[in-house]
């Protein structure tokens, strides 16, 4: 494979992991806090949709990206409600959050499909996008792409810099000992919760606006539960999200490379690359017996009085 | 006393459905001066404490924080007041460093730098001459450690009212001499210290003023200076002269039921001893210095490679391939709420989980005769609130290993292992405990693992030391001469 073939793809590899990039690190973000967010996929969709709908409503991309962040977090809202308030099981909360946010995105999408909407397109950066082969990979994508980049560092520094970072860990890790230093675990779970929302809702937009600027049924077609295995694949730290998700997409846009180029192989057989992988970086972590990041308390349910 | 106290209690109550927790509870809580709060388990030490603590409300009566009400309405409020508790279970993140759990909740400063956090958190532990390592993680500490990391958050927080739950019950003596030390200096630095506990030495070596907490009710609060010895208190607790020395009548051993040769197993150096009917011989030690093993590799729990062990005359391959349930082997493990029965079933299913090959006709399992079973057993055991119905996480500590002792003995063990048997327990059920391992000997071989010196002291027939993997010695229960060693040899001194 020679430069020609090889820095198209990596850069369609960022291009393609970015949504899920945004998706992992709102799941990342959730969970740290404690709560177990299987609704991703959902939440995604949503946020696609809604990300969609506005752009073509008010022309504007921009007001349409944030419109989809705050969907995701409407959408995150629910798991919440059910998690926060009424104590319900988290895993059933979550997978019902994606099954209905898939729903209703593709009941209210159905008049767009096939349609156009304005969207992101590349923006390469003045002198870094000049650099040799990072410039082209990098430096040369759309202005959601270069969000990603920051996005990590910020929550990083979030999460181990900031007391709001520590407590929101606590909650994460061991809620008693969170109300023990008079934090309110409660209110911490929330933020991790309408907050990593926000982001997954910014990855589904991602999908309708940048990635493609048109909107078709079932547009996350997965990328919710690859976020889901990518956390555990990170470790539940934002840093090894980033590659984790370029690793996928570095998957997907090389079997569409494929199925381009008229190989033997069916494409059914391609389209289930990421999906294996999923599976392969799931047995890996799993596989790992070092130190992972992994929130003690994750998936458990705190009593408010407690 | 000095001042008005900083807190005083006046006709506090508070009822849990129908048990009264605590009832008309008035007590001064004053600065410079360690307060300890005696009593059985569930007279309501922890439920007056909670009150303190922010984390339930009293049904009446009125709390004054220097001498005007206060309102402890939420854990925030109480931390504002200066309230901090060292909780019996460390209340420590085990993912975070020494320097973040001591910061958490903190709330000034947005953010945390891993140096400033360092800097402050080692001019605390100087002042009070403990040695932690800011950065390393707690999950890596011991719980001496952990123990200290709990207090240097509350010294972080400024808290000047500390109250200590029931400290020593995770501490080695020494341990334990570092946490007074502790103690000592920051009544010295005018704080107000609670201490809760039914360790009546403990108490009689630290204290100024003594409260009794029996029923709900505060039964008497004394000087400690006053106090003549700790039987006297130990009367007061329980309401009857406390028996604190059993009866312990020498029996002649009769036939060999457990037999190890040298086993060599997970940290294990060549452990060779034999246990007869009639007989108890009580393992001391540290812990962590190799019972768990040892007990793991006799019960059947790990799989035995280097050594041999014999139950009963039989290789334990053997015997734990084919052995009845009865007249066999019982187990009494440290952890009565985990290993030795399930919290969210009732008595009668824990009482089968051992037992239910007695009941068992082909596949089917007649309770009716398993509940009449159990019904007489818990009366004869005194097992209290006496209802087969409830879950077994209703029941307390004590209570809840009476029923496991009542369930082990009904199946009339020839070889008995009992692990901590009286950990956490008050004085009463700790003595109840002790008779029925004795009575139990009349049938059995006992080995009994324990991190208490005077319960082997008292109970065994022979008393072994473990250090380091080792059993150290094994000397008969009149060698005056071993036993004043023990303590060197427990820290491998000799």
Redesign the interface.
């Known amino acids: 494979m020679n430069v020609e073939i090889l820095i198209p793809l990596l850069a369609a590899a960022v291009q393609s992991g970015t949504p899920i990039l945004y998706a992992t690190l709102g799941e990342i973000f959730t969970e740290r806090s404690g709560i177990l967010n299987l609704g991703v996929e959902g939440t995604m969709i949503i946020g696609a949709l809604t990300g969609f709908v506005v752009a073509k409503a008010t022309g504007s991309p921009y007001i349409a990206f944030v419109a989809a962040g705050l969907a995701g977090t409407c959408a995150a809202s629910i798991h919440g409600l059910v998690c926060l308030v009424f104590q319900g099981n988290q895993v059933v909360s979550g997978l019902a959050l994606t099954i209905l946010g898939v729903g209703v995105a593709n009941y209210f999408g159905t008049p767009y499909v096939g349609m156009n909407a304005p969207g992101f397109d590349p923006l390469p950066i003045p002198i870094l996008s000049e650099i040799p082969v990072l410039g082209a990979i990098f430096f040369s994508q759309d202005l959601l792409v270069y969000f990603t980049y920051l996005i990590p560092v910020l929550m990083w520094i979030f999460l181990y ?4 970072g ?2 929101l ?2 909650a994460g ?2 809620p ?8 309110n675990v409660i209110g911490y779970r929330w933020l991790g919760v309408l907050v990593g929302g926000f982001f997954m809702g910014l990855g589904g937009a991602y999908l309708s606006l940048a990635y493609t600027h048109l909107w078709t049924n079932n547009l996350t077609a997965g990328r919710g539960w690859i976020a889901v295995a990518l956390v555990i694949f990170a470790f539940w730290r934002p840093g090894r999200a980033v590659f984790g998700a370029y690793l996928f997409g570095g998957i997907m846009a090389l079997q569409l490379r494929l199925q381009a180029s008229g190989t033997q192989i069916p494409s059914s057989l391609l389209l289930m690359l990421p999906y294996f992988l999923t599976v392969a970086v799931l047995v890996f972590s799993s596989w790992w017996r070092g130190k992972t ?1 992994e ?2 308390a994750l998936g458990t349910n705190v009593l408010p009085a407690d | 006393m000095s001042d008005a106290p900083v807190i005083r209690l006046e006709q506090i109550s508070k009822s849990f459905g129908e048990v009264r927790a605590n009832h008309n509870i008035s007590l001064d809580i004053a600065e410079g001066r360690i307060l300890a709060l005696l009593g059985e388990n569930g007279a309501g030490k922890s439920t007056l404490m909670s009150l303190l603590a922010g984390q339930s409300q009293p049904d009446s009566g009125t709390i004054y924080f220097h001498g005007t009400p206060a309102d402890f309405s939420s ?2 409020k109480a ?1 504002e007041a200066g309230i901090g ?1 060292v ?1 019996q279970h460390f ?6 460093s020494v320097a ?2 001591i ?5 000034d ?5 891993r140096k400033g956090l360092q800097r402050t958190v080692s001019e605390i532990a100087n002042q009070y001459s403990m040695q932690v390592d800011p950065d390393r993680l707690v999950a890596d500490l011991s719980m001496g450690e952990k123990q200290q990391v709990e207090i240097l ?1 509350l010294l972080f927080r400024q808290s000047n009212i500390l109250i200590f739950d029931e400290p020593t019950a995770v501490l080695t003596p020494h341990e334990a001499n570092n946490l007074f030390e502790t103690m000592r200096q920051m009544k010295k630095d005018n704080k107000a210290i609670v201490f809760i506990s039914h360790k009546l030495e403990e108490v009689m070596a630290i204290a100024d003023d003594i409260a009794i907490l029996k029923r709900g009710e505060i039964v008497g609060v004394m000087e400690a200076a006053h106090v003549s010895s700790s039987r006297e208190l130990a009367e007061m607790m329980v309401g009857r002269e406390v028996l604190l020395q059993v009866d312990h009548q020498r029996m002649e051993p009769r036939q060999q039921v457990l037999r190890v040769a040298g086993l060599k197993e997970a940290g294990l150096k060549d452990i060779n001893f034999e246990i007869r009917q009639g007989e108890i011989v009580g393992l001391v030690g540290v812990a962590g210095n190799g019972q768990k093993p040892l007990v793991e590799s006799v019960v059947g729990l790990r799989k035995v490679d280097g050594g041999v062990i014999t139950l009963l005359g039989r290789d334990s391959r053997e015997f734990f391939s084919s052995h009845s349930w009865d007249k066999a082997l019982s187990y009494i493990p440290e952890d009565r709420q985990g290993l030795a029965t399930c919290q969210g079933l009732d008595l009668l299913d824990n009482f089968l989980l051992t037992t239910r090959q007695g009941f068992q006709t082909g596949p089917w399992l007649p309770k009716n005769e398993a509940r009449q079973k159990l019904q007489y057993l818990i009366e004869e055991f005194d097992i209290r609130p006496p209802d087969a119905r409830l879950m077994a996480w209703q029941l307390s500590g004590g209570n809840l290993q009476k029923m496991v002792l009542s369930r082990e003995f009904y199946r009339k063990p020839r070889l008995i292992v009992a692990e901590q048997p009286t950990q956490g327990l008050d004085i009463a059920a700790a003595e109840d405990v002790w008779n029925l391992l004795l009575k139990a000997r009349e049938q059995a071989g006992i080995l009994l693992i324990t991190g208490d010196l005077s319960e082997a002291l008292e109970l065994s027939d022979r008393i072994g030391v473990m250090y380091d993997g080792r059993l150290v010695n094994l000397f008969s229960r009149t060698n005056e001469e071993m036993i004043e060693a023990i303590p060197q040899m427990m820290a491998g001194l000799i």
């Open positions: 810099n900031t007391r709001f520590l407590s860990r606590a890790e061991y008693a000992a969170a109300t023990a230093a008079g934090l990041d929130p003690e | 854990t925030e931390i508790m909780y209340k420590l993140v085990e993912a975070m973040e759990n910061c958490l909740g903190r709330s400063k947005t953010w945390l730098s958050k």
